[in-house]
Each structure stands twice: as structure tokens, then as C-alpha cells.
């Protein structure tokens, strides 16, 4: 027994015990589902630019600020699914999640075309993006939550970058897929019904793991709560009266996490078609190698910040985010395919980095109770500006500057603002 030093009650005394490998596994692999289903729409951007908006000259500006627009939607689900998670427990928001996710991208699907309706199928897939930022939301939160909750102290770095493994390994899955389609189908017919391909298929994967996800077991440290009787009653509350530092260290990480990655990666299929440098479908295998680099970075930065910790591996990821992405994009811009891949290589190593290290310690500034919230207020609030909007000022600027370099520089700045951030933060990794 100890003394709860909120209330002065004595709670009883819990042991922490790790979750097993299966509730484990199906928690990260779900993650694959979700960032498929999500990230699909970038992949496909030029594509969906010409069946829903009409392929006119700024139809991808368009497509990219739909993305943009639904991605504000992602706050308001993490805070909806964190209160959820955070008073009812992580499983079920889990289920909540992936049942709304499910219902969106089978409704994607099925949506008339713009050559049917006109305008009206750009407003009807806008709203369904809408539907799945809001999903996305309370989805990536809560199973880095759950991994973290759920791993040993001496593990959890390498146990939560999972969660950005899987990720990538949704975004590597939406990428080859867009590029089997691309390739395989003539330009009338992927127009005409190819593109509802890889929207069925992800329709399909996330039925099956809303069914895997029955069977998981609750995080131990909700269980604790429960036992302790701390859950909060109004986790909103809690977490804004006492722990306003934490959301704004963990909307840092989050933000320079998102613009690597959503500039850094997910942009650059547009980017190298826009620029001439290579058609649709070599700028989709482009983007397949860069996700097996992510996947190949994650576990090392993760289990490299469970030895010399979490605050050391984020002050060396930002002097690189400083340093590599502007020369970066200008090597992709040139029109070079082999100086266009080394530049895809490295911000994808970059983006990998940060989003392996990221997951952990934004998920650590925060206890147990009020959790999923404070990383509603802080990480989520941030990808929606950092990572949402990010894409679409980027191709504003290319166009507008005609400088190749603009995305990069971009990110560069978002970490010249960060770097201060992380250089006061406080050591999270639990002491070994």
C-alpha cells in the first residue's frame, strides 16, 4: 500500500506486468490498417485530383488542401477518443476507432466520380477524409499509449517506435498498392474504377482487425487506475491544470515529427511528379524504398533511446533536420532518378528517426491518468498544423518561388524552433 499524495487516502499497491505478445502484436499491426487506409490519399493524390476535382490546373492544390482541411478534424477525434480512452479505458477506444475507420474507407469506395455528379463527389470525399482525420485521431494516440503502458520500463522505446514501424509498413502497403494499380491499369480505367481498388482493399484489412482487436487485452496501467480508483473524471481538465509544460514539449516533438514526415516523405511523390523529375508510377517505388528505410531506422533509434535516452537521440535528430532536408529536395528537384532516390533515402531516414524517438517521449511527458488527452492537446494538436497543412504549403510555395529547395527549408525551420525545446526538457527514460 502507499500514500496518494493528492488525496492523502492510502491507494493499493500495483505490479506492473507487460502485456502479452499477442495483444501486443495485433496493437501495432492495427496501426498498419490505419496509416494504409489514412495515407492512401496522398499516395493517390494525382490521381484523385483528375477523377474528383476534374484534373484541372490547380486540381492537386485542391486535393492536397482537402487533405489539409480534413486533417484539422484529427485534434477533435484524439480529444473525443482520449476522453473516451483516458475514462473508459484504451481497448475500447481502440474498437471505436477502427469500427469508424472501416465504415469510412468502405464508403471511399463506393463514392461517385466527378465525370457522375461534378462538385458534389470532391465535397463527398472531402467529408469522408473528415471521418477518417477525425478516426486517425484518437487511433495513433492510443496504441502508442497502449505499447508504452503495456512494454517493460527497460523497453519501451524500442516497444513504442514500433508503432511508427507499423505506421510505415500501412504507408509502404498504401504505396505498392497505389503502385501495382497505377502500373497495371491503363490511364481510362484507373480513372474510371481502378482507383477504388486499393480503398476496398484497405476496406477489407481494417473489418479484420476491428475483429483481432475484440480479443485485447486492457493496458496495465488503466488497470491500475482502476485498482487505485485515479481515473479521472474529467481527464480534460486534470491534464490542463497540471501539466500545461508537458503538452507544449510534447506538441515540439510532435511538430517536427510531422513535417519530416509528411514533408519529407509523403510529399515527395507529388513533389518528383510536379517537378518533372519522373512519372506517377516510378514516384510511387520511390516512395516504396523510402518506407523500407523508415522501417529499416525505427527499432535502432528506438532501442538506442532506451540506452542513452530520450532528450540525447532528439537533440541529434534536429541538428540533422537542420542540416539535410533543404539540400536534400534540391538533389530531388534536378531531375536526376539516382539523385532523386538519395534524397528520398535520407529524409526518410530522418523521418523515421524522429517519429521512432517521438513516439516514446511525447507519450512519457504525461502519467498515466489523463494521458491519451495530453496527447490530444499536445502531439495531435501539432501534426494537424505541422503535418496536415504541410503538404499543401509546401506545393504553394514550389509553385509560387519556383525554388526546389522550399520544402526542405521548411523543415529546417520548424527545427530551428524546436531545438530550444529539447534542449530544457527533462530526461523521461525511466532509469535503468
Not at 502497403?173 to 490511364?187: F, H, K, M, R, T
Not at 482493399?201 to 487506475?225: H, I, K, N, W, Y
Not at 537533440?315 to 534536378?334: I, T
Request: aromatic letters at 8%.
Amino acid at each position: 500500500m502507499k500514500a496518494d499524495p493528492g488525496t492523502g487516502s492510502v491507494a493499493p499497491a500495483f505490479e506492473h506486468k507487460p502485456l502479452s505478445r499477442r495483444s501486443m502484436a495485433i496493437a501495432a499491426f492495427s496501426t498498419i490498417v490505419e496509416w494504409y487506409d489514412f495515407t492512401l490519399y496522398l499516395y493517390l493524390a494525382t490521381v484523385l485530383s483528375r477523377v474528383f476535382f476534374g484534373g484541372g490546373a490547380n486540381s492537386l492544390s485542391i486535393t492536397l488542401g482537402g487533405f489539409a482541411v480534413a486533417y484539422l478534424m484529427r485534434p477533435l477525434g484524439a480529444a473525443a477518443f482520449g476522453h473516451v480512452g483516458d475514462r473508459y479505458g484504451r481497448r475500447r477506444m481502440m474498437l471505436l476507432s477502427m469500427a469508424l475507420m472501416t465504415a469510412a474507407m468502405l464508403a471511399t469506395a463506393a463514392l461517385p466520380t466527378h465525370a457522375a455528379i461534378g462538385a458534389g463527389a470532391g465535397w463527398l470525399l472531402l467529408a469522408l477524409r473528415c471521418v477518417m482525420a477525425f478516426s486517425v485521431g484518437g487511433e495513433y494516440t492510443g496504441v502508442v499509449a497502449y505499447l508504452m503502458e503495456g512494454a517493460s520500463r527497460r523497453r519501451r522505446g524500442l516497444v513504442t517506435s514500433a508503432a511508427a514501424a507499423a505506421s510505415e509498413l500501412g504507408g509502404l502497403l498504401a504505396a505498392g498498392i497505389s503502385a501495382l494499380v497505377v502500373n497495371a491499369l491503363a490511364p481510362a480505367m484507373l480513372d474510371e474504377w481502378g482507383w477504388r481498388i486499393p480503398f476496398l482493399f484497405g476496406a477489407v484489412l481494417a473489418g479484420a482487425v476491428l475483429l483481432a482487436r475484440a480479443t485485447l487485452e486492457e493496458s496495465p496501467d488503466f488497470e491500475r487506475q482502476v485498482i487505485q480508483q485515479s481515473v479521472p473524471d474529467r481527464p480534460l481538465r486534470q491534464v490542463l491544470s497540471g501539466h500545461r509544460p508537458a503538452i507544449a514539449r510534447g506538441f515540439a516533438i510532435s511538430a517536427l515529427g510531422s513535417i519530416t514526415y509528411y514533408v519529407g516523405i509523403t510529399y515527395v511523390p507529388a513533389f518528383v511528379t510536379e517537378s518533372g523529375v519522373m512519372p506517377e508510377s516510378q514516384a510511387l517505388w520511390l516512395s516504396t524504398a523510402a518506407a523500407f528505410m523508415v522501417i529499416f531506422v525505427t527499432p535502432f533509434v528506438g532501442a538506442l533511446s532506451d540506452r542513452v535516452g530520450r532528450r540525447t537521440v532528439l537533440l541529434c535528430v534536429g541538428v540533422l533536420s537542420v542540416l539535410v532536408p533543404a539540400a536534400a529536395f534540391a538533389a530531388m528537384g534536378e531531375g536526376s532518378y539516382g539523385a532523386a532516390l538519395i534524397g528520398a533515402l535520407l529524409l526518410a531516414s530522418l523521418g523515421g528517426a524522429v517519429s521512432a524517438v517521438g513516439a516514446v517521449a511525447t507519450a512519457e511527458q504525461f502519467p498515466g491518468e489523463g494521458r491519451l488527452t495530453g496527447l490530444a492537446l499536445g502531439a495531435t494538436a501539432a501534426t494537424a498544423v505541422f503535418g496536415g497543412l504541410a503538404p499543401l504549403v509546401a506545393q504553394l510555395l514550389v509553385e509560387a518561388t519556383g525554388w526546389q529547395a522550399v520544402p526542405g527549408v521548411m523543415i529546417a525551420v520548424v527545427a530551428i524552433f524546436v531545438l530550444p525545446v529539447f534542449v530544457l526538457m527533462p530526461e523521461t527514460r525511466p532509469r535503468r
